[in-house]
């Protein structure tokens, strides 16, 4: 039996996929009242249960062998610092004591590459790298090291555990949809009319997932493995979209400093009006920063491998166009 937290998020659900693939046992934790709809057609059992809350995790936990831990909380707004550390934090500390208490034989903990202090520009971001939230300024990401560190001290009691760190995901099935897919809706739909400087290191969800099946295969206990993909440019990822929907790149780009006192104004506005936030200061300083990052570690111990990411654009748009969510033009 495999238990997936946050099996209905974007990365969980393709997890799932996977190992449903694979004929696997899969339980899934679900919030109560959570949309299934990302989990429709697939054969799980679905129980209900929260992070926040230990006691519900040890009947959910009964049983596994491994349990993949994704449940955590992405926010680009400030202000939801309690929510991100009563999830991210504190329920990472809660699924791998669980895992402790009920013998789990394996707990594969979703991290991020933000959980790493990010060296200077021209410096290689790989598994050496520390996790220490004095040194993070991302609220999100400080959470996902703080996270990361009560992972491995519950590991350092004896529990089997490994740390996934993917780069930007993006793919198909992404249901809510993500920050980077709704950013390719409306680039598609003409709605966003400038585009910025920068770029980063994006990944294909599908291998993500199966990176996470590897790592659960292969992974060495307390070790901490990178699946990233491709360095793409933003400029580069309209010009996908472009291609694909014959919608034009918009014609003028901003510089890097005023796209981050944009984003802190769209930040304002969609915090008065309930708006998604699509981009803000983070985010800019994100494609401004090191993205020079190596999944080699990954490659050379457990086969890990990513496809090109002009291929998953396409497979994106198109299955969001399958959706009805994207056009044809």
Not at 163 to 174: A, H, K, L, N
Request: charged fraction near 25%.
């Amino acid at each position: 039996m495999i238990v997936v937290t946050g099996a209905t998020g974007y990365l969980g659900n393709n997890i799932v996929r996977s190992l449903v693939k694979r004929n696997h046992r899969v339980r899934c934790l679900v919030l109560a009242g959570e949309s299934l709809v990302p989990l429709q057609g697939l054969d799980v059992e679905v129980v209900e249960g929260d992070v926040r809350d230990i006691e519900t995790l040890y009947p959910a936990f009964d049983g596994a062998d491994i349990v993949f831990h994704l449940a955590s909380i992405i926010s680009l707004l400030p202000g939801n610092t309690k929510l991100l550390e009563e999830v991210n934090v504190g329920g990472a500390r809660n699924v791998a004591e669980a895992c402790l208490k009920t013998g789990v034989r394996r707990l594969v903990y979703t991290s991020s590459i933000h959980a790493l202090v990010e060296p200077p520009i021209g410096h290689v971001i790989d598994e050496t790298m520390p996790c220490d939230p004095d040194r993070i300024s991302m609220a999100y990401s400080k959470t996902k090291a703080r996270a990361t560190l009560e992972v491995l001290n519950v590991i350092s009691k004896g529990l089997d555990g490994v740390v996934v760190m993917p780069t930007g995901v993006i793919g198909p099935y992404d249901f809510k949809p993500s920050a980077t897919g709704q950013m390719l809706l409306d680039y598609a739909a003409g709605k966003i009319p400038v585009r910025i400087e920068g770029g980063y290191d994006f990944v294909d969800v599908r291998d993500v997932a199966e990176g996470h099946i590897l790592v659960a295969e292969k992974g060495r206990t307390g070790e901490k493995y990178i699946l990233s993909g491709e360095w793409m440019s933003v400029d580069d990822i309209l010009q996908e979209v472009s291609k694909a929907t014959r919608t034009p790149v918009p014609r003028w780009k901003i510089p890097g400093a005023l796209a981050s006192a944009v984003a802190r104004m769209i930040t304002s506005y969609c915090m008065l009006t309930g708006a998604k936030v699509l981009i803000n200061h983070d985010s800019v300083s994100t494609l401004m920063g090191n993205s020079l990052i190596s999944s080699e570690k990954a490659r050379r111990e457990l086969g890990y491998t990513s496809r090109p990411l002009r291929e998953t654009i396409r497979d994106t748009l198109e299955w969001f166009r399958e959706q009805g969510w994207l056009s044809t033009r």
